[in-house]
């Protein structure tokens, strides 16, 4: 049977299906407290791997899903990132359906790169190909570096649509969520993010 993932190259990165080899760096990433800092949890070995199997069987069910992403350069594995249902327990109205979510978690050694924002711009790119209407993005309030992602990728924010997550009990940190959305049509800002530049030296 073909595989269902719909890989994609960028300049530094491969956005493909996730592999065996793929689940014990997973699991790692998934268990260290600075990347799960903005989740309820680190994830145990197990959930790890039934993580993977979700994955597999989004992709299968839905035309999209999350990528392993790996590096050119390395050829290393540092994470996932792609679209997702919209869970249902999540209190997002879309404004348009069909809606997905677009999400991103790599491994912190890898962070400060663009390599979310890069990949991420191929996940806008699918949706548009794939004709959904929207795209959401959702976070905790406290996670200021997948915000800027968003940002970078020219979502939009209406405090309005900020949330409590259901799973989050009240009074945690984590219990507030940030919306941002994007729509796959001109005028709602682009898919490929403005070049990048360093900043001059202080
Ligand atoms: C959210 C997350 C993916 C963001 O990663 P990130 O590396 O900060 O984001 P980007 O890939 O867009 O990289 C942007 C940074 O790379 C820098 N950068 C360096 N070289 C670059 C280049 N060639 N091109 C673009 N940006 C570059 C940018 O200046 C920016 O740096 P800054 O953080 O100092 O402003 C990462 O923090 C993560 O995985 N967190 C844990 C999981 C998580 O919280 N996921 C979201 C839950 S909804």
């Known amino acids: 049977m073909t595989s269902p993932v719909v890989e994609r190259r960028t300049p530094r990165l491969l956005l493909r299906g996730f592999v065996h080899d793929d689940r014990s760096a997973f699991a790692a990433m998934n268990a260290d407290p600075a990347v799960m800092e903005h989740y309820p949890a680190p994830l145990s070995r197990d ?27 390395t050829a290393t ?7 997702w249902p919209v869970p249902a327990d999540v209190p997002v109205r879309a404004r348009r ?9 790599l491994a912190a050694a890898h962070w400060g790169n663009g390599f979310a924002t890069e990949a991420a711009a191929q996940a806008l790119q699918l949706a548009r190909t794939l004709g959904l209407s929207e ?14 992602v968003m940002r970078r990728l020219g979502m939009t924010h209406d405090p309005r649509d900020d949330f ?3 799973a989050i009990p009240p009074g945690h940190v984590l219990r507030r969520h940030v919306l941002y959305r994007w729509m796959p049509q001109p005028g709602s800002g682009p898919a490929t993010p403005a070049p990048w530049t360093p900043a001059p030296p202080a």
């Open 47 to 73: 959930q790890s791997d039934a993580f993977v199997d979700r994955v597999r069987a989004t992709w299968a069910e839905h035309g999209y899903g999350l990528w392993a992403v790996e590096r050119h350069d």
């Open 77 to 83: 594995f540092i994470g996932y990132v792609g679209l």
């Open 97 to 105: 359906d069909p809606c997905a979510e677009v999400g991103w978690r």
């Open 135 to 148: 795209v959401v993005s959702f976070t905790a309030a406290t996670n200021d570096r997948s915000q800027a």
């Open 164 to 166: 409590d997550h259901p």
